[in-house]
Each structure stands twice: as structure tokens, then as C-alpha cells.
């Protein structure tokens, strides 16, 4: 179904093999979420705050109605397929990515149109974490009547929406952090100076992360050192979002870390349209100059406390979950990830903190260039137990590139 559809009846679902009916049924059942699934990806880049939502009803073996959710205020996925279904929703069965919701938000609730459908069975894969939900759309169903089973292929539903799903149990946003190197451990030349070490398919990559990102963090090093954009290029339809090859796309909030303001009103990451949010110090706001200059450009200053001297990046990653800030994307700045403390914030420590080893041993020795040189894997780490590097002055000023895209 190409994006901006609101569905599709009539299709064939995935034939039932020869085995017994109840081992049938279960296949049939798991291939029908699959779709599902498939349905709730195509709103990667564009549901944000929502969470990623496709939905699929079947009389039987036929698919009558499929839809998924596009953008936050619009239809949910369910209320697409039931439209697409009509009639047939009545004694189907419905299978949905994330349990109904049973709230008035900007929509009504689905768990109310899926009962005025005459649905006979849902069958979801994950419980909505929302704390106005989990668990109470399954349970009005049961009520009204309605066959409820949960759970199916609930691993896959959860990762589509992990932003989603930290932010409502943690109020934190799900953190990426992306790290461009050389294998002898690099992120820049000696001189400080940054240059692209990635190819153009990793760029097109960076260009979708993005798209799909809540918001892009990084500090005031990279901004002064390389004025980066960090703003989506791709037109709306290559991002995977809503919208034609003539549209622009949704751009993510930029958020930059400078404890002194000194991010210069010419910087061109407040020239690529979207919005542009600074963090800084509560002592920063006496230099009244700096800051009317930024506002003036429409930047939003706010301030978060100091730990030891540093912007505290957990008060940081708390505002941005208030914000309803779901996926980040950090831009890395090396000094930023000496710290033990950094690492704590961040879900994927295990690969991480093996790159941070190298980059360690590093940083006084001279460039290498390895042949064959066998990649680590990633091992399980403590990450209460990490040993903090040497300390180095103003982890939030540092200078430096990530080594890719700007």
C-alpha cells in the first residue's frame, strides 16, 4: 500500500498449509501480524510522538481491511482498516501492533470503534506502556464481548517502538549514538580537523536516522568546530516520510548542549528550517546578549543543572523525554563519551564501550594503518561498574567531529 493510503480489502491472505487446524490457525495468525508489522514500519519516520501502528482484519484466510498509522491526530490504524473492511469487520478478526487504545487523546478510542464493528476477536502483539492504557483496552474489549489474545510477536512490535516504549516507562527518550571512525580508532585528523570517513551508503543511512529521530543532540564543540546542518536532505517521499519527491521533510529538533551560549546566530543548523533548542547553564543567562541574539533567530534557550562543572546530560535526557522527545540521535563529540557517567544514559553500552576502549589507547598513539585486523565483539558490560577515564576539561565544550554527515 503506497504512503498516504488509508487501506485495502480483498487481498489474499497467506494460504493456510496442510497441518492441523489449530497449528494452521496459529500460522495463519503469525503471518497476518507479520503484515501487520510491515503496515506499522511505513510510519517510521512520520508518527512521532505516536507509536508505529499497522493493523490487519481478516474474515477467515481473506485480508478485508488493512491500515496503519501515518501521523500523530490522524487516524489510527485500527479506525483505517475498519474503514477499509465496512461491512466484513462484523465477526472478523483484527490483528494490531500495539493493544487498542481505551483513551480520548487527539483521537477518540479504537477500543470504542473496534466494538461498534462487531469485531469477534483482536489479536495484538505488545500492551501499550501508555499508563492510560496497558492493559485497559484489552480488558474493555473482554468486557464487550470480544476474543482478546496478546503477545504475538511482541519482540518485533516493541523494537519498532522503542522511543515510544522508554519514554512512557522511563520518561526518557530512546538514545542512538552514532560513531564514524577509522579502525586505528579515529574520529578526526591530529589537527582536530574533521572529514567524512564514511561512503555514501552510510550517508543515506545518516539521512534516514535522522528522519526518523525525535531529535538530533550534540554539543557546542561540533558546532563551533564544524557548523553542521544536521538536518534531514532527503525530500519527504526518499525519508520514508509522508509527502512526494517535491515535498521537504519533517526535520527533527536540534538540540545543542552549550553551557556558555556560545552557538553563533550565524550557525548554520538554524538555517535548515525545524526547530533549534539550546541547553545551557543557569549562570549563562547573565550574558542577557548572547541569548537575545539566539531568540532572535528563534532558537529556545532552557536551562538544566550542573554536575561538577558539566550540563547534567540525565537532566537533559528528562526535559527531552517532557518534551515528548522519543528517539535521539547523539552526533558524538569525543570528549563527551570519557565519561562513565554518559555511558549509564545509553541503551546499547556493550558495543559502545568497546569502541571507547579503542579510542582510549588511541588518543597518544600514533595512526596505524591495520590489514586484517579482527573486529571485537560486543561483550556484556556492567555499566555501573565502568571505569571513568582520565578526566579532561569541559566534556560539553569539546571540539571535534563524529566523522560523518554534518
Known amino acids: 500500500m503506497p504512503p498516504g493510503a488509508q487501506g485495502r480489502r480483498n487481498d489474499r491472505a497467506p494460504r493456510r498449509s496442510g497441518e492441523a487446524a489449530v497449528s494452521a490457525?496459529?500460522?495463519?495468525?503469525?503471518?497476518?501480524?507479520?503484515?501487520?508489522?510491515?503496515?506499522?514500519?511505513?510510519?517510521?519516520?512520520?508518527?512521532?510522538?505516536?507509536?508505529?501502528?499497522?493493523?490487519?482484519?481478516?474474515?477467515?484466510?481473506?485480508?478485508?481491511?488493512?491500515?496503519?498509522?501515518?501521523r500523530a491526530g490522524e487516524a489510527h490504524a485500527e479506525v483505517k482498516a475498519l474503514e477499509a473492511a465496512g461491512a466484513q469487520a462484523a465477526g472478523a478478526t483484527v490483528y494490531v501492533t500495539l493493544e487498542p487504545c481505551s483513551h480520548h487523546g487527539r483521537t477518540p478510542p479504537c477500543v470504542e470503534a473496534l466494538l461498534e464493528a462487531r469485531v469477534a476477536r483482536v489479536v495484538y502483539a505488545a500492551t501499550d506502556?501508555?499508563?492510560?492504557?496497558?492493559?485497559?483496552?484489552?480488558?474493555?474489549?473482554?468486557?464487550?464481548?470480544?476474543?482478546?489474545?496478546?503477545?504475538?510477536?511482541?519482540?518485533?512490535?516493541?523494537?519498532?517502538?522503542?522511543?515510544?516504549?522508554?519514554?512512557?516507562?522511563?520518561?526518557?527518550?530512546?538514545?542512538?549514538?552514532?560513531?564514524?571512525?577509522?579502525?586505528?580508532?579515529?574520529?578526526?585528523?591530529?589537527?582536530?580537523?574533521?572529514?567524512?570517513i564514511t561512503g555514501e551508503a552510510a550517508r543515506e543511512d545518516v539521512q534516514q536516522w535522522r528522519a526518523r529521530s525525535s531529535a538530533i543532540l550534540t554539543g557546542i564543540g561540533t558546532v563551533l568546530a564544524d557548523d553542521p546542518r544536521l538536518d534531514v536532505r532527503a525530500p519527504a517521499e526518499a525519508a520514508g516520510q509522508p509527502g512526494t519527491a517535491a515535498e521537504s521533510p519533517r526535520q527533527p529538533l536540534?538540540?545543542?548542549?552549550?553551557?556558555?551560549?556560545?552557538?553563533?546566530?550565524?550557525?548554520?543548523?538554524?538555517?535548515?528550517?525545524?526547530?533549534?533548542?539550546?541547553?545551557?547553564?543557569?549562570?549563562?543567562?547573565?550574558?542577557?546578549?548572547?541569548?537575545?541574539?539566539?531568540?532572535?533567530?528563534?532558537?529556545?534557550i532552557e536551562t538544566v543543572p550542573e554536575v561538577n562543572g558539566r550540563l547534567s546530560l540525565g537532566a537533559a535526557l528528562d526535559r527531552l523525554g517532557e518534551l515528548e522527545i522519543e528517539e535521539l540521535r547523539h552526533l558524538d563529540e569525543v570528549a563527551y563519551v570519557r565519561f562513565a557517567s554518559v555511558y549509564r544514559h545509553f541503551e546499547d553500552v556493550e558495543a559502545f564501550h568497546e569502541e571507547i576502549q579503542r579510542l582510549r589507547s588511541a588518543r597518544s598513539a600514533p595512526p596505524t594503518q591495520p590489514r586484517g585486523r579482527k573486529r571485537h565483539a560486543p561483550r556484556a558490560v556492567d555499566r555501573d561498574q565502568l571505569p571513568l577515564l582520565p578526566p579532561e576539561p569541559a566534556a560539553n565544550d569539546a571540539t571535534g567531529g563524529s566523522g560523518e554527515e554534518k
Open 25 to 70: 490457525l496459529s500460522e495463519l495468525d503469525r503471518e497476518a501480524m507479520q503484515r501487520a508489522l510491515g503496515l506499522a514500519e511505513r510510519g517510521l519516520a512520520s508518527t512521532d510522538p505516536n507509536p508505529r501502528v499497522g493493523c490487519v482484519i481478516t474474515q477467515g484466510e481473506r485480508i478485508v481491511g488493512e491500515g496503519w498509522h501515518e
Open 129 to 196: 506502556p501508555n499508563p492510560e492504557v496497558n492493559g485497559r483496552g484489552a480488558a474493555a474489549l473482554r468486557e464487550g464481548g470480544v476474543e482478546v489474545e496478546g503477545g504475538l510477536l511482541e519482540r518485533e512490535a516493541l523494537e519498532l517502538n522503542c522511543g515510544f516504549v522508554k519514554r512512557m516507562r522511563e520518561g526518557r527518550p530512546w538514545v542512538r549514538v552514532k560513531l564514524a571512525m577509522s579502525l586505528d580508532g579515529r574520529t578526526a585528523l591530529g589537527t582536530g580537523e574533521s572529514r567524512w
Open 254 to 300: 536540534r538540540v545543542v548542549l552549550d553551557s556558555h551560549l556560545r552557538t553563533p546566530p550565524g550557525a548554520r543548523l538554524l538555517t535548515g528550517g525545524g526547530e533549534v533548542m539550546v541547553l545551557t547553564a543557569q549562570s549563562s543567562l547573565k550574558d542577557v546578549q548572547s541569548g537575545m541574539r539566539l531568540t532572535a533567530r528563534g532558537v529556545r
